[in-house]
């Protein structure tokens, strides 16, 4: 549970008195304190939970005040506090808790939807330790409140009764599992010991009166992949719209580079007009088109209008990329292209995700174009004589190769390491094309890990081939 605490506070420097604490607390909220478990172990002794905890608090909607929540006040389980026992300044004259109780879900994917099991359920009244005395206990050194503080009971664990009898129920998954050593069954057949990606925690509680509930709300969070940003395009990042605007992405839908930095746009939120350009009708030949596109006659051409009114456009899509790195990267977003932060883990990051994503852009994609194809006849591939199409296939299988010895040097979440990068962005359009070209891609299992990494992400959804207006049958 979270505390609020309001009111007229007493002066800088003057502790809370237990018994005047009431008078502070304004109301409660349900809390999830989200905790990294593979830090935690490893800090809370001798440190305490420091970095494994700070990142991320979860609360329900509604704050529930001490007034209304006065027709369920109750003795708590353990009625008297004598162990340990309780020194005077915290000494409680009004020793009660909440009968309120609270209960956590996990809604987990399932292949025709999503799944609720309650993994946890439990009774504010199991608390030794009362909002109260928490409250004095913090500022008994002088520490001040200003009003609007939120403060955390801790874990709730307690006994339930149920249909089995009594049992522990324990408030924290790491205490359920007991660091992965037990299994947390689910409804639907299967098993967590950690939360995973797509999972959705849900905390609720209520005090049941006669003929009437008092509610707190969900208090709700569902965990994303890392790298994880808002979906679906919108408005270009705060702060750097003004500087580009009437962006136009000229592309095919089906385009691997074109798709690159439809996904750069989605991940930075920057909206933009699509205008097709009809590949295989030849479009991107036509006079005007090649004018448009500083005479290259490829896609993706990236347009857009400054702050002075000046047009710009800009071809290749990792200059476009660059481009909208460098417009609306920074702390809100980070970057596609990791920017050389002086350390040399910096440096072979931004290094490992260029050299993967060159080995692509230009080892690799360049070879399988219509027109390559069209133009190799005959080619000499290791002994054999093939054709255009296997000349790109065995371009193809040569690049996948090389990358899946790169990524698997990284060792990270993602092509490069453990951030996604213009790495992961080039990656993922290639795997797609090289299944048009009937490669099995069993032989590259770091690969895979990587696509099914991003295609959690929105930006990778909102982007793929299948989610543009102008897509045609295959």
Not at 294 to 316: A, I, K, L, R, Y
Not at 396 to 409: D, H, I, R
């Amino acid at each position: 549970m979270g505390v609020f605490v309001g009111g007229n506070l007493p002066p800088l420097g003057r502790p809370i008195k237990v018994e005047e604490a009431e008078d502070y607390i304004f109301g409660y909220v349900i809390l999830n304190d989200w905790s990294a478990r593979d830090i935690q172990p490893w800090e809370y002794v001798p440190l305490g939970p420091f970095t494994a905890k700070n990142f991320a608090t979860t609360i329900s909607p509604w704050v529930i005040t001490p007034e209304a929540l006065e027709p369920f006040v109750c003795p708590t389980s353990a009625v008297v506090q004598t162990d340990p026992e309780v020194l005077p300044y915290l000494r409680d004259p009004n020793y009660t808790s909440y009968d309120l109780k609270l209960a956590v879900d996990l809604e987990t994917p399932v292949a025709d939807g999503t799944t609720v099991t309650t993994i946890a359920e439990t009774n504010f009244k199991h608390m030794y330790w009362t909002a109260r005395q928490m409250l004095a206990h913090h500022s008994v050194t002088g520490c001040s409140f200003n009003p609007g503080d939120l403060y955390g009971s801790g874990t709730i664990s307690g006994t339930i009764d149920n249909s089995e009898g009594k049992s522990i129920n324990y408030g924290s998954l790491l205490e359920q599992c007991w660091r992965g050593s037990n299994d947390i069954p689910l409804k639907d057949g299967g098993t967590r010991k950690f939360i995973r990606d797509g999972d959705n925690v849900i905390m609720h509680g209520h005090c049941q009166g006669d003929g009437f509930r008092i509610g707190f709300g969900e208090c709700a969070g569902v965990i994303l992949p890392a790298g994880s940003f808002d979906s679906a395009p919108t408005k270009a990042a705060e702060g750097s719209s003004a500087s580009m605007k009437d962006i136009v992405l000229s592309s095919y839908w089906r385009s691997s580079c074109s798709w690159r930095v439809r996904i750069a746009l989605a991940y930075h939120g920057v909206a933009f007009e699509n205008k097709p350009v009809y590949l295989v009708e030849g479009k991107q030949h036509t006079p005007e088109y090649l004018e448009h596109a500083n005479g290259m006659g490829q896609v993706p051409s990236f347009t857009f209008t400054d702050e002075t009114g000046e047009h710009h456009t800009v071809t290749q899509s990792l200059a476009i990329i660059d481009l909208l790195d460098s417009m609306f990267g920074g702390t809100r977003n980070g970057y596609l292209v990791p920017p050389a932060d002086g350390t040399t883990a910096g440096a072979l990051l931004r290094s490992r995700a260029l050299q993967i994503a060159e080995v692509v852009n230009s080892g690799t994609q360049p070879l399988q174009n219509l027109s390559v194809m069209k133009s190799v006849k005959v080619a000499d591939v290791e002994g054999q004589k093939v054709d255009g199409k296997g000349f790109a296939t065995a371009a193809l299988s040569k690049g996948m190769a090389v990358c899946e010895k790169l990524v698997g040097q990284a060792q990270g979440h993602f092509a490069a390491g453990n951030a996604l990068t213009v790495a992961d962005v080039c990656l993922v359009p290639q795997l797609y094309n090289a299944r048009r070209f009937g490669i099995d891609l069993s032989q590259y299992p770091n690969l895979l890990q990587v696509e099914a990494a991003c295609s959690e992400l929105p930006c990778f959804k909102v982007a793929h081939p299948d989610s543009q207006p102008d897509a045609q049958p295959a």
